[in-house]
């Protein structure tokens, strides 16, 4: 997937992104914006919030369904994995 930076916030822990191409861009969306934010919980967790906001055609409405933060569930659970494990060296 290719996408492109368009908003960086490191002090609200906050990224979003637009794709280009590939991904949920292929099921015929205009515009795909992905948003993540990081959310302390405490000093040792903090959670991770993930919004997909798109524009397409009416015609796309069976196709909406498919559009979800799974992936980045997903993605967001082996990084913490990984954390926790190597937390001793960091």
């Avoid at 960086?8 to 861009?25: A, F, H, P, Q, S």
């Avoid at 934010?37 to 798109?54: L, P």
Wanted: hydrophobic share 35%; aromatic share 4%; charged share 35%.
């Amino acid at each position: 997937m290719k996408e492109r930076f368009t908003k960086i916030d490191d002090e609200n822990r906050v990224k979003e992104t637009e794709v280009l191409e590939v991904g949920y861009k292929d099921l015929g969306f205009d515009v795909v914006r992905i948003q993540l934010e990081i959310v302390e919980k405490d000093s040792e967790s903090c959670m991770v919030r993930s919004t997909i906001e798109y524009e397409g055609d009416d015609k796309l409405a069976d196709v909406v369904s498919h559009v979800n933060v799974r992936p980045l569930e997903m993605m967001a659970e082996i990084i913490g994995k990984h954390l926790c494990q190597n937390k001793s060296t960091l």
